[in-house]
C-alpha cells in the first residue's frame, strides 16, 4: 500500500479491547522514542484497524442504540485508559467518570442533544446507557488520534478481517471482506462478542417454528434485534431472566410507550426518576405491550445490586480470601482446588459479613452477640478445625444464638424457589413480585442488610478469584467442575445483577398483568398439535403456557468453537490457532470455552502446540485462561480497594503493545 514503516501491525477488533491495545501502542511508543523521527522517516508505526462497527464503540457500544439499554456497572467503574503508575502514561483521554464531568461542563461539538440530555442527569452514581458509553469510547479514540506520537500512523478499515495467514519472513497477510490483504508483522485478535452456532435444541425451535409460522428470536445482541416484529397484546414466552432479560423487557414495554410512575402518583411522576428502594411503581401500559411469560432455571431474575457508594461496599473487608492468601499456594509450588482450597476461604468472608451485619444492625436477632462473633470468628480461623469440621462447628454456634428466621441460607440467596411447590402461575407470580421488592428494599438499605453485605463479600471475593485463577492457578478438574461448573452461575445470580431500579419495574409490570413467570426447572418444547411454544415448571400444578413467539433472552454462546466468525473459523481451520482442553476429575478431556494460548502477553498455541509468535489475543477469547473477561477495566476509586484484577485486559494490552514494538 506504499506505507514506509519499521513496524507494521493489525488490530482485528475495533471495540473497547482493540482500543486499549492503540492506546497501549501509542503510549509505548512515545515512551520508547522520544524522537521519533517523522512519519516520512525510516523510523515508523503503522496500525491497520480492522472492524464493520464503528471505531471505538465497536459492536456492543454503539452510539446510536436504544438508551433503555443500561450499562450493569455504574459512571463511575469503566475506563478504557489505565490508571497504573508503572505503565508508560496515556498519551490522551479518561476514565468515564471524568469524561461524563467534562461533557457536563464544556460538552464537545459532537455531543447530540440526546446525548447532552442524558449527560445533564447523569451522576457519577447512576447507570449510563450502553449509547453513551459508546460515545466515551469514541470520544476517547477521536482524542487518541489527535495525539499521535510522530512516527506513527493509523488507518481504519471499515469491514470484517475473513483470514489470516503466514506470508512469510515473520509476516501475515490478513485477509478483508472488502480490500485487502495488509501484510503486517503481527496481529492482535480482539475480537470482542460473536454470533454462534445454536444448539441442538435451539435449532429445533427455529426449525419448528419454521414449520408452523411461529416466532422465534434467537440468542442476539439486543441492540440488533427488531422488536417491532413482535406482536402486542399476545403471549409471549421469554426464556432467560438474566441481564439480557431486562433488555427485553424495556424495549417491550418502556420501548412501546408505557410509563412507570410512582404508586398514588396518579401518573404524574416518572418511574425512572423514582430512587430505587423508596417508592412502589405502578406501570401505566400504552396497549402496545405483549404479554410477556419469563421463564429461567431459578425462576427469578438475578438479584439487584445495592444501593453504595463505590462498587465494593466500604463496609465489607475481606478476612480470609486476601490476595495475600490465595498467593500462597503459588509460592508453595501448589495448585489449589477450588472447592477444596478456595471457595472455602471465600464461604468464610460470605458467613462474617453476614452475621457481622446482623448483630450491627439487628442486636435483638442474636444471643450475646459479642460472645457470637468472637467465638464465630475462632470457629472460622483457617486451620483452626479440620476441613469437615469448621462448617459443622459454625452452623451449631450459629443454631445456638441467631433466631432460625434470621440465619444464613447461603445457595438459597441465588435460589429463592428451590424447593417450593405451587398450586397455580398466579401463585407464582405472587412469591416473584414479593421476592422482587424484598430485594429491592434490601438495596436501598445498602451496607446496612446483612444479605446484601454477603453478597458485597462474595464480590469482593470475584475480584481476588480472578487474580487467583489466572493462567492455570487452579486445576483443571476444579476449573471445570467447580468454578465454571457451579460458582460461575451462583455468584454471576447474586453478584451481577440489574439497578434495583429494574427489580422495582418488573414488579409494577407483574401486578400490572404484563409479565408473569412460569416457575424453576422449565422445560420448553413444541405443541405441534397446539400450533405453539411451550413451557412447563415442575413444580406449578396447573399445566404448560403456550405462546405462539419465543424469546431467547440470552447472549450469543461464548464459545470459539461454534463462533460464527470467517476470521476465527479460518484459523481453527487452519491449525494456527485451538481451543484449550481441560481434564475433568474422571481423566476425560473437555473443550473449554476459550482458545490455548500461552502468556505472557497472551499468544495462541496452534493444533501442533506451537506458539504462533506475532498473533495475540486479547478479550473474550481468553476465556480459558482467564475469568471475567466480558466486564470493562475497573477504574480506580478513591479510598476504595484496588485489586490487580481490575485492570487486567489494560495491562494484558500493554504487554501485547510492548511485545509488538520490541519485536
Not at 208 to 217: D, I, R, S
Not at 319 to 328: I, N, Q
Not at 615 to 634: H, M, N, P
Request: glycine share 12%.
Amino acid at each position: 500500500m506504499g506505507i514506509s514503516q519499521s513496524i507494521r501491525t493489525a488490530l482485528i477488533g475495533a471495540g473497547p479491547r482493540g482500543t486499549s491495545v492503540l492506546e497501549r501502542l501509542l503510549a509505548n511508543w512515545r515512551l520508547m522514542h522520544p524522537t521519533a523521527a517523522g512519519s516520512e522517516g525510516p523510523a515508523g508505526l503503522h496500525i491497520d484497524v480492522v472492524d464493520p462497527y464503528p471505531a471505538g464503540a465497536g459492536h456492543v457500544w454503539q452510539p446510536g442504540q436504544s438508551r433503555l439499554y443500561l450499562m450493569n456497572t455504574q459512571s463511575f467503574y469503566p475506563t478504557v485508559i489505565p490508571e497504573d503508575p508503572e505503565l508508560a502514561a496515556p498519551v490522551a483521554g479518561s476514565t468515564f467518570d471524568q469524561w461524563r464531568a467534562a461533557q457536563q461542563d464544556q460538552p464537545l461539538a459532537s455531543i447530540t442533544e440526546e446525548e447532552r440530555a442524558e449527560l445533564s442527569g447523569l451522576g457519577s452514581q447512576d447507570f449510563p446507557s450502553r449509547a453513551i458509553y459508546g460515545r466515551y469510547l469514541c470520544s476517547t479514540l477521536d482524542d487518541l488520534l489527535a495525539h499521535l506520537p510522530e512516527g506513527v500512523t493509523v488507518q481504519f478499515h471499515r469491514t470484517a478481517a475473513t483470514g489470516v495467514r503466514p506470508a512469510g519472513n515473520g509476516t501475515f497477510d490478513v485477509d478483508l471482506q472488502d480490500g485487502g490483504p495488509l501484510t503486517v508483522g503481527s496481529v492482535v485478535l480482539a475480537l470482542g462478542h460473536l454470533e454462534s452456532r445454536l444448539n441442538a435444541e435451539q435449532r429445533e425451535l427455529r426449525a419448528g417454528a419454521g414449520q408452523l409460522g411461529l416466532l422465534y428470536l434467537p440468542p442476539a445482541a439486543p441492540a440488533d434485534v427488531d422488536w417491532s416484529v413482535v406482536p402486542a397484546g399476545q403471549p409471549v414466552l421469554v426464556r432467560g431472566m438474566g441481564l439480557n432479560f431486562f433488555d427485553v423487557m424495556g424495549q417491550l414495554t418502556e420501548g412501546r410507550g408505557g410509563k412507570f410512575v410512582a404508586a398514588g402518583s396518579g401518573g404524574g411522576a416518572s418511574g425512572s426518576a423514582a430512587s430505587a428502594g423508596t417508592t412502589e411503581l405502578e406501570y401505566i401500559p400504552s396497549g402496545e405491550e405483549p404479554l410477556i411469560i419469563a421463564a429461567s432455571r431459578r425462576g427469578t431474575p438475578y438479584r439487584a445490586k445495592a444501593s453504595l457508594a463505590g462498587y465494593y461496599p466500604s463496609g465489607v473487608t475481606l478476612r480470609y480470601c486476601t490476595e495475600a492468601a490465595v498467593g500462597r499456594f503459588a509460592a508453595a509450588g501448589i495448585t489449589p482446588g477450588f472447592d477444596h482450597d478456595l471457595w472455602p476461604l471465600l464461604q468464610r468472608d460470605a458467613l462474617w459479613a453476614y452475621y457481622s451485619t446482623l448483630v450491627r444492625t439487628r442486636p435483638d436477632a442474636v444471643s450475646e452477640p459479642g460472645e457470637f462473633l468472637a467465638l464465630l470468628q475462632e470457629t472460622m480461623r483457617p486451620h483452626a478445625h479440620s476441613v469437615s469440621r469448621w462448617e459443622a462447628d459454625a452452623e451449631a454456634l450459629i443454631a445456638k444464638h441467631v433466631a432460625p428466621a434470621q440465619r444464613l441460607n447461603l445457595p438459597g440467596l441465588a435460589a429463592p424457589l428451590a424447593g417450593r411447590s405451587f398450586a397455580s402461575r398466579v401463585d407464582v407470580d405472587a412469591a416473584v413480585v414479593g421476592y422482587l421488592l424484598d430485594d429491592a428494599r434490601r438495596s436501598a438499605l445498602g451496607e446496612d442488610d446483612p444479605v446484601k453485605m454477603t453478597i458485597g463479600a462474595l464480590h469482593h471475593g470475584r475480584a481476588v478469584l480472578k487474580s487467583a485463577v489466572a493462567d492455570g492457578g487452579i486445576t483443571d478438574e476444579s476449573w471445570v467442575a467447580g468454578l465454571r461448573g457451579w460458582f460461575e452461575s451462583f455468584v454471576e445470580g447474586l453478584a451481577s445483577g440489574p439497578p434495583a431500579l429494574r427489580a422495582e419495574q418488573l414488579a409494577a409490570l407483574a401486578k400490572a398483568g404484563v409479565v408473569s413467570f412460569v416457575g424453576p426447572d422449565p422445560k420448553f418444547s413444541l405443541d405441534r398439535t397446539a400450533g405453539t411454544f411451550t413451557a412447563a415448571s415442575p413444580w406449578v400444578r396447573d399445566g404448560a403456557v403456550h405462546a405462539r413467539t419465543m424469546i431467547e433472552a440470552l447472549a450469543p454462546a461464548n464459545r470459539v468453537a461454534v463462533n460464527l466468525s470467517p476470521v476465527l473459523e479460518q484459523l481453527l481451520a487452519d491449525g494456527l490457532v485451538r481451543s484449550r482442553l481441560m481434564m475433568t476429575v474422571e481423566g476425560a478431556p473437555v473443550e473449554t470455552s476459550g482458545l490455548d494460548v500461552s502468556p505472557h502477553p497472551y499468544r495462541p498455541v496452534g493444533a501442533n502446540g506451537s506458539v504462533a509468535e506475532g498473533l495475540y489475543v486479547l478479550g473474550l477469547q481468553l476465556s480459558a485462561a482467564q475469568w471475567g473477561t466480558a466486564i470493562a477495566a475497573e477504574a480506580r476509586q478513591q479510598g476504595g480497594p484496588v485489586y490487580r484484577s481490575g485492570q487486567r485486559t489494560l495491562r494484558d494490552a500493554d504487554e501485547i503493545a510492548r511485545h509488538i514494538l520490541s519485536r
